[in-house]
């Protein structure tokens, strides 16, 4: 390594010396990815120092650190965020450009790493960003799939996945340790034995195994100098191949071993609320918890230390119900391997885990027949059952021996089919069970898990979710960063509730003109991404109008498709003048799991709107819609900053949090939306008169659930919705053709479990609203400067201050 690359000469020295030395090619023959691979490994090589550094600490002064455990990481680009976080990023634009190279064209080739679903996902990806900034100890720990989520294309308006190969290039920003590779046992049977003392001793003889091999991955602090680190493990065969069958001349039977095993780590899986119980599944989630714990206990503890007091050292987080496989795997390293008495290493076990929900919907939940878990992991299901034994031991020593609710709580559920609750697993095991967000983790207590509440209430507690500010405001907007920066400072980037300082310039009408400015250029900036990514045009002068998400029939993104063919409708049929309607465009983004029939309907009906209203003369222009494929983070951060109206429409009770809400309102778009997840916190602190509510409240939904709701009732009583719904019945956005929206259309009317048009009247209501709103410009503009201001509380600095005081116990490392 040259002199450190902190001027922009230096930086130019070490960027040519990555090109030639790496990349082997001189500037003028260079292509725009070694330009890039070049680019990376400059900032790389600076952020090296610092993450051998940050080692070197841990190592010498231990703290108790965050393993957190998720099977998603949803991380975005990195480029942009190494560069922000090591203070180059002005740097290496001026250095590029004395190169004669566009940094943006560097930073488009990046292929995002999409290791997650949706909310889950990004939520670990924010939180570890947070961790590092806030010198927190902490190793990520996941999966290092070889596809991630799939890319997204319509195909006649429907959702055609195409496999996401982010790997075909190479990633410039992990470094694989194939010599630190761990081994993972799988299948067989376990055997018991008794000692000289009497005691019973169980072994675990497996009868297949891969080999893990972990990634790591840079989690650079903000301008701190800290490096955390991700490991994500990917599967390999642990033998090359069968030799012997390799000799016996079938090459194909030899290397299927090998195939299988990798097979582990190929693909994340698309579905995000109904589990598939696959037995590949399973293999994931056992296959990186393994990896991870070893990886802890036997690399990161110093040779002899007491495991007794494991929980000094560590805490690992449960994202979900997807890593809990972890419990029963501490168990039997202590048990079996290191000669624990149950109840001691139980003890044990229980301060090292804490558990997080993230849902609220009854098929989300993971089960796993007891079948696929005896068959995959025999020993861990005989450690599963001794903790259930013990744990309704405990349940029938509190509540006397009640055996219904021994029943409702065992671990085992009997009914369709012998399984393993996970969530009850986790909620056992955990020293703290949190919800995300207030709502939630109310309604965890009130109707998921009540039983365990009320028999350990102490364990429950909320931690409302964050995202992180360095990411979705300081390098995703980047004009409105400069904007506050100017006004009150460069502070707020790592203490987000600074933005309070920015509420009296709500008032200031220079600022208000400003502010308008730089929505402007972001909407121009997108208007640009759109073109060039999908062929589509924008009116810059709309109100943008923002629904992105993932598909869910719970999100009710029908329901914003009601709005749009009302407002069509309306127009066509004469009884709305485009001239008195506020120029909108619609922006939808959303991927359906493959398998999600309604959900992949309902991306087809939103195409098929979009293209007659959108090529309709009568709407004048006035509405528009526009759908871009594949809704990734890369777009999220050129879309979010851009839009004017978010929309957070979920049926209240239904979504857990919600963390897009939390962007669009840290970037100045006002939200129409339910009493649901964050959303009610949204509304408390930014003030009543700046969002715009709508729907029910989630007690009213319980209230109509139970007396039975009749979706008819809506349709008859409606002229308004009536009409929307006819005109899509009657085949005006499918070619004539009544039968392709005839699914949709027969669920609004017969059963609509989300109550879609039970809020419907509502939210056209809330949605008038918006559009008066929107025509005072100034009013919009002070609404929108105090959403900025007083969202610093959806900070996820903030979320990990919560989870360090109420769950994780540890400290900064300063
Ligand atoms: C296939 C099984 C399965 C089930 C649930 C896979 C993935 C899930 C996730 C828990 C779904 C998810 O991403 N939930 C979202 O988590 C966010 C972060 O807490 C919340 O903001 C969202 O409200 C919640 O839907």
């Known amino acids: 390594m040259g002199t450190p690359p902190v001027t922009v000469d230096g930086f130019v020295r070490e960027f040519l010396h990555e090109l030639n030395s790496n990349q082997g090619v001189s500037l003028s023959n260079s292509s725009v990815n070694d330009q890039y691979m070049a680019l990376a490994s400059t900032v790389r090589n600076y952020l090296m120092a610092r993450w051998l550094e940050t080692e070197r600490l841990q190592r010498e002064n231990p703290h108790k650190t965050v393993g957190y455990l998720s099977a998603e990481y949803l991380l975005g680009r990195q480029l942009g965020n190494d560069l922000l976080s090591s203070g180059l990023i002005d740097i290496a634009e001026e250095a590029l450009n004395q190169c004669g190279i566009d940094f943006a064209v560097l930073r488009a080739q990046e292929v995002e790493p999409g290791l997650g679903n949706g909310g889950l996902g990004r939520l670990a990806a924010c939180f570890i960003d947070s961790l590092a900034t806030m010198n927190v100890p902490c190793i990520g720990y996941g999966i290092r799939y070889e596809y991630g989520i799939f890319r997204q294309t319509f195909v006649d308006g429907r959702q055609v996945e195409q496999p996401d190969s982010w790997l075909s290039l190479g990633s410039p920003w992990e470094f694989a340790h194939p010599e630190h590779g761990v081994q993972v046992n799988f299948g067989g049977h376990t055997e018991k034995t008794v000692d000289e003392n009497g005691n019973e001793k169980t072994t675990w003889v497996p009868d297949w195994n891969v080999l893990g091999v972990p990634y790591n991955y840079m989690v650079p602090g903000y301008l701190n100098g800290r490096v955390n680190t991700l490991r994500l493990w990917s599967a390999q065969a642990t033998k090359a191949f069968d030799l012997q069958i390799f000799n016996s001349g079938d090459y194909a039977d030899a290397v299927r071993a090998q195939t299988f095993a990798e097979n582990i780590s190929k693909v994340l899986y698309p579905e995000d609320s109904t589990p598939q119980g696959k037995e590949l599944r399973l293999q994931q989630q056992y296959f990186f918890v393994a990896c991870s714990l070893h990886d802890f206990i036997a690399n990161q503890l110093e040779e002899g230390f007491d495991l007794h007091k494991l929980d000094e050292r560590i805490i690992f987080q449960l994202n979900d119900t997807h890593p809990v496989i972890a419990v029963p795997e501490l168990m039997r390293i202590l048990v079996d391997e290191q000669g624990f008495g149950f109840d001691e290493a139980w003890e044990v076990t229980q301060k090292c885990f804490a558990y997080t929900c993230h849902t609220l919907l009854p098929e989300a939940l993971e089960v796993w027949p007891v079948s696929l878990l005896g068959r995959l992991l025999p020993r861990h299901l005989e450690l599963i059952y001794q903790i259930n034994d013990a744990f309704l031991e405990d349940v029938r020593a509190k509540f006397g021996n009640d055996e219904m609710r021994v029943r409702r709580m065992s671990i085992i559920a009997e009914h369709p089919e012998r399984s393993v609750r996970m969530a009850y697993l986790a909620t056992v095991a955990g020293s703290k069970v949190n919800g995300v967000a207030a ?240 959303n009610v916190e949204i509304r408390e602190h930014v003030g009543d008169e700046n969002f715009f509510l709508f729907g029910m409240t989630e007690p009213e939904v319980a209230d109509l659930g139970a007396k039975g709701y009749n979706p008819g009732s809506h349709y008859e009583g409606d002229e308004r919705l009536k009409g929307a719904i006819d005109l899509i019945a009657s085949g005006a956005f499918s070619d004539g053709d009544r039968r392709v929206f005839e699914p949709i259309v027969s669920n609004w009317l017969t059963s609509d479990r989300f109550m879609a048009l039970a809020d419907y009247a509502s939210y056209m209501d809330a949605q008038a609203k918006v559009e008066a709103s929107y025509a005072d410009e100034d009013a919009w503009t002070k609404s929108a400067i105090l959403n900025i201001a007083r969202s610093g509380f959806f900070s996820s600095d903030r979320s990990m201050k919560d989870y360090i005081r109420e769950i994780w116990h540890t400290m900064p490392v300063l």
């Open 439 to 678: 709502l939630h983790s109310q309604l965890l207590r009130d109707k998921v898990l009540p039983d365990f509440n009320e028999m350990w209430p102490m364990k429950f507690t909320n931690v409302t979710n964050g995202i992180t500010p360095r990411r979705f405001i300081r390098l995703a907007n980047r004009s409105l960063s400069t904007l506050i920066s100017d006004s009150i400072g460069k502070g707020w980037v790592n203490d987000l509730e600074r933005l309070r300082e920015l509420e009296p310039y709500a008032e200031d009408a220079e600022f208000r003109k400003a502010f308008r400015e730089v929505k402007a250029f972001n909407k121009e900036r997108l208007a640009r991404t759109l073109e060039q990514r999908d062929g589509i045009q924008i009116d810059q002068n709309h109100m943008l109008d923002v629904m992105v998400k993932r598909l869910h029939e719970y999100k009710r993104q029908s329901l914003k498709v009601l709005h749009v063919v009302t407002l069509y409708n309306e127009i066509i049929s004469g009884r709305l003048d485009p001239a008195d309607v506020q120029g909108r465009t619609v922006v939808f983004g959303a991927k359906a799991a493959p398998g999600y029939k309604m959900a992949k309907d309902t991306i087809h009906l939103i195409n098929k709107v979009a293209e007659v209203v959108n090529a309709d003369e009568r709407v004048q222009g006035k509405l528009h819609v526009a759908f871009p494929a594949n809704y990734n983070v890369t777009l999220a951060e050129k879309l979010i900053p851009a839009a004017d109206l978010s929309e957070q429409i979920s049926l209240a009770g239904m979504e857990a949090s919600g963390t897009g809400n939390m962007k669009f309102a840290l970037n100045g778009a006002l939200t129409i939306g339910t009493d649901d997840g964050a």
